[in-house]
């Protein structure tokens, strides 16, 4: 794999972003948002578009997009955590419907909203192709199709290609169709997240870094330097949600670790394919995920990194060899073209799981206290769905958005210690086995059908 730099790909190829000054001590805002990545971001912005006299103040631990934002696979896409049916069995089959219209409008509102702001976070898009590369993928392909159809889904959603269709896009060894949806953006996390800071404060945000907050409390968000109180405080902080009081079950921190290569050659991207930025995984059960970055590289994720007793965060976690050799695997094993190839640089990050795999976004008027977040890794388009609603829930607007099923949605409370721990780690080993049995038998995982209930989506 050679010697990979242990920082994200995505803070190297954008320009320095200017550090910003920590809180100087207390004071009065409209509204306080905690948390400077994506979500806190969408929110202010949405907030500032719909009234520029609010005063709002973001609060940031570290810098603007050190989580998740700054850390991702780059897939602006309409994936929701929460499958259809399950969005069914919550609020019915039209709110269902509606929230993945909303996802499909949200992918074009970012091209949009980043094009009118000039912020050059390299939005190509270009699509996801979810390969199928066993009979066994080849089977989940089509019951996924055919389950699209089934909710009316059609062919401009999702569609199923054929092998030689799915090759043209993808040069990956053992393609034997694949599915596509066109509903996918590629982009670069840390220039859309330094970017969408810069537009906030263009508006009248103010930002402040290195200031961690230890305590949301109705009207207050505490911190070492000094409080903010608002009227409204928003929780925006996802996969770190668990640090704050009272919050350790409310998600889990899932680690998801990344690699990139160098640039890769021309020839080199003819065998790969993906000519139109398209982002790509396959249908094995431990998710994988890619894209080609704008100068070339290969950019490539994936699940596997144990979950930490205690909802435990630490730096420490986002580097994983024995992750980061099997991604290394998995990637010249797709594409045998890319042995000897260097990886320049390898990292990781958390993300915030609920125990119901829904994400959520909901305001308490009572308490002035907002939130959104569980995305589940889906969270680069929705974070900005997410920050338009709470705009509109906050100023008290009654929109389409407001009404969506997953608005004041409260999932259930993770359990307790060490259960929790024993749980995911034992369900992430099964999602290892289930690949591992399909791989040998060529037939659907029958551990994958055991599990699959307790896993959540």
């Known amino acids: 794999m050679g010697c990979a730099l242990s920082r994200p790909l995505w803070r190297d190829t954008a320009p320095e972003a200017p550090a910003r000054a920590p809180l100087p001590g207390d004071r009065d805002a409209d509204v306080a948002i905690v948390g400077g990545g994506y ?110 159809r089934s909710w009316g889904r059609a062919e401009d959603d999702l569609r199923l290609l054929g092998a030689a269709e799915a090759s043209a896009v993808l040069g990956a060894r053992g393609v034997r169709g694949a599915t596509y949806t066109p509903d996918c953006a590629a982009i670069h996390p840390v220039r859309l997240v330094t970017g969408l800071a810069e537009a906030c404060e263009r508006r009248g945000v103010t930002i402040h870094e290195r200031t961690r ?28 949600t668990p640090l704050l009081p009272g919050l350790r079950r409310a998600v889990v921190p899932v680690y998801s670790l990344m690699i990139a290569t160098e640039p ?59 992750v980061f050799a099997g991604l290394y695997a998995t990637l010249t094993s797709m594409f045998p073209v890319l042995a000897g190839t260097r990886v320049t640089h390898a990292w990781g990050g958390p993300l915030g799981i609920p125990r119901d795999w829904c994400a959520s976004v909901g305001f308490d008027r009572r308490t002035g206290l907002a939130w959104a977040g569980g995305y589940v890794g889906d969270g680069v388009a929705t974070t900005n769905l997410a920050g338009r609603t709470l705009a509109d829930l906050v100023l008290g607007r009654d929109t389409d958005l407001v009404r969506l099923p997953w608005v004041g949605h409260r999932s259930p409370a993770w359990e307790a210690e060490p259960l929790r721990w024993l749980g995911i780690n034992l369900g992430l080993r099964a999602t290892r086995l289930a690949d591992v049995e399909e791989a040998v038998t060529g037939r659907p995982s029958l551990v994958a059908r055991a599990t699959a209930p307790l896993l959540g989506g």
């Open 264 to 322: 890769l050659p021309a020839q080199t991207w003819a065998e790969i394919g993906l000519a139109r930025r398209e982002t790509f995984s396959d249908h094995r059960h431990l998710v994988i995920y890619g894209q080609r970055t704008a100068d070339d590289r290969l950019a490539f994720g994936g699940r596997g990194a144990p979950y930490h007793l205690g909802s435990r965060v630490r730096p420490e976690f986002d580097h994983d060899e024995r």
């Open 213 to 240: 907050v230890t305590a949301i409390e109705p009207g207050r968000a505490r911190t070492a330097h000094g409080d903010v109180r608002a009227e409204v405080v928003v929780r925006a902080t996802e996969g770190f």
């Open 39 to 148: 979500t806190g971001l969408w929110t202010a912005y949405s907030l500032l578009v719909a009234d520029p006299t609010l005063r709002v103040v973001v609060l940031e631990a570290e810098q603007v997009g050190h989580g998740a934002s700054g850390r991702n696979g780059g897939w602006c896409s309409a994936l929701f955590p929460a499958s259809i049916a399950a969005l069914t069995a919550m609020a019915g089959r039209e709110a269902a419907l509606a929230q993945h219209r909303a996802m499909r409008e949200t992918v074009a509102e970012v091209g949009r909203t980043t094009a009118a702001e000039g912020i050059d976070c390299h939005y190509t898009r270009g699509g996801t192709l979810v390969a199928a590369r066993s009979r066994a993928q080849w089977a989940r392909a089509r019951a996924e199709v055919a389950e699209a």
